[in-house]
């Protein structure tokens, strides 16, 4: 079944330290992934995806289709960064649905 | 501007009552979607629509119905609340080819 894992549900950091999200997914098929970010009282919004290879405030992610990892970084933590982190996988039977993670709350201490 | 909207924001409601949380968005989005967001679970597919009279059964369906009139809304009503559905419950749509989802700002929904 498809599936997506974010194995860790806490990761705590300080300010300017390295970040790394894991993200891995279960798909024999094309998928299309996805980082949402949830801030404090907030609504989900997309953070990047990775057909666009692009870079949101400073954050990036590869598809490693060999290893099936999306995983999330950033090279230094700011505390705005502090928020709920949602893999998500699409493409699975055509469909427009997404696969969330269970999510990963990133905590960036002063 | 374009948005998606929830409401009520929070609700308070007691065991075996039927409550109807709106969703309503004004992309004129084809596909949307309902999801409780409940801790360690991160969010669960309840049900979904990719058009007017269409819907469909997502992961965590049971006790949960929705119905689609118009491009804009999908109401979601629990039938007979129970405990087990208190949750913070998120909307969503996208539209065209696309997969990409914009959500709504989320119900708090408590059953007492």
């Given amino acids: 079944a498809q599936r997506v894992t974010q194995p860790e549900k806490l990761l705590s950091v300080f300010k300017g330290a390295p970040v790394e999200l894991k993200c891995n997914y279960s798909y024999s098929g094309s998928p299309e992934l996805f980082w949402y970010v949830q801030y404090s009282r907030q609504r989900l919004q997309l953070l990047l995806r990775h057909i666009s290879r692009e870079s949101i405030k400073g954050f990036t992610a590869d598809l490693n289709k060999g290893e099936t990892s999306f995983h999330l970084k950033k090279p230094f933590a700011q505390e705005e960064d502090s928020a709920m982190y949602y893999c998500a996988l699409s493409g699975v039977d055509s469909s427009y649905k997404l696969i969330f993670g269970s999510g990963t709350r990133l905590l960036v201490r002063p | ?112």
């Fill in chain 2, 1 to 112: 501007d374009a948005e998606i909207t929830q409401s009520p924001r929070h609700k308070i409601t007691e065991t075996g009552r039927q409550v109807t949380l709106a969703c309503h968005q004004t992309w004129n989005h084809n596909n949307m979607f309902w999801y409780r967001q409940d801790l360690g679970h991160g969010l669960r597919l309840i049900h979904y629509s990719y058009g007017v009279h269409d819907t469909n059964k997502g992961e965590v369906s049971d006790g949960y119905s929705v119905s689609r009139s118009n491009t804009e809304d999908l109401p979601l009503t629990l039938e007979s609340a129970a405990s087990s559905q208190t949750s913070v419950y998120f909307c969503a749509s996208s539209g065209g080819l696309a997969v990409e989802q914009y959500f709504g700002p989320g119900t708090r929904l408590t059953v007492t």
